[in-house]
């Protein structure tokens, strides 16, 4: 079993930028995909950007293409996703997520793909 915990969630004013980061409870070697996805109330949960161990591909959702950024933890393999040029409709909780063992990263962002998640934390922009 696996445990993620995210953090660095908070609130800013539209236009800011903010990093979210997962912490896990063993490390991610190859063959793994990681990414992050979202969920607003009321709202089904939307995948903003995923990431290949090991060095491969990464897909984002259309709405944070050009603005967010993820990448890796060098230590454990973990997603760090960089949200610049923030919008109010950003504003959700953003859930950490890692693939079963030799998943490669699909570039349709479907949480079902995804068996391990963070518990999430709460991205607030404000216009």
């Known amino acids: 079993q696996v445990q993620l915990v995210e953090s660095g969630g908070g609130s800013v004013q539209a236009g800011g930028s903010l990093r979210v980061s997962c912490e896990a409870s063993?490390?991610?070697?190859?063959?793994?995909?990681m990414g992050w996805f979202r969920q607003a109330p009321g709202k089904e949960r939307e995948g903003v950007a995923v990431v290949s161990t090991g060095g491969g591909s990464t897909y984002y959702g259309d709405s944070v293409k050009g603005r967010f950024t993820i990448s890796l933890d060098n230590a454990k393999n973990t997603p760090h996703l960089q949200m610049n040029d923030l919008k109010p409709e950003d504003t959700a909780m953003y859930y950490c997520a890692a693939s079963g063992f030799f998943r490669p990263c699909p570039a349709t962002l479907v949480p079902g793909y995804f068996p391990f998640w963070g518990q999430g934390t709460q991205v607030t922009v404000s216009s």
């Open positions: 063993r490390s991610f070697y190859n063959k793994y995909c």
